[in-house]
């Protein structure tokens, strides 16, 4: 079973940064993609940013230019910088990964919170 460990979130005032962390229990090739997606309280789980086994990455209209989506191969680890944080980004962000192997298996950590409040 794979395991995804999110670290990273917190309280930050408006305007200020935070990088969150995912790291998987097993080699990230084998996953076709990683991404993040959050929930915020009454609201849709929505993705944020993704990125493929090929650097390829997406990121939704809310956070470009603000928030920027990593990985490190040899550290089996995937990052969310975010910067210039305003209140709506507040919620519980997900670290999520897709297998290579064509099951469409996905995998989900159990979510860091980020507060953005002054």
């Known amino acids: 079973q794979v395991q995804l460990v999110e670290s990273g979130g917190g309280l930050v005032q408006p305007g200020g940064s935070l990088r969150l962390s995912c790291t998987a229990s097993?080699?990230?090739?084998?996953?076709?993609?990683m991404g993040w997606y959050r929930q915020a309280p009454g609201k849709q789980r929505e993705l944020v940013a993704s990125i493929t086994f090929s650097d390829r990455t997406n990121y939704a209209d809310s956070v470009k230019g603000r928030f920027t989506i990593s990985r490190d191969n040899a550290k089996n680890t995937m990052y969310l910088q975010m910067n210039s944080l305003k209140p709506d980004d507040t919620a519980v962000y997900y670290c999520n990964a897709l297998a290579i192997d064509g099951t469409g298996t996905n995998y989900w950590g159990q979510g860091t919170q980020v507060i953005v409040s002054s």
């Open positions: 097993r080699s990230i090739f084998t996953f076709y993609s």
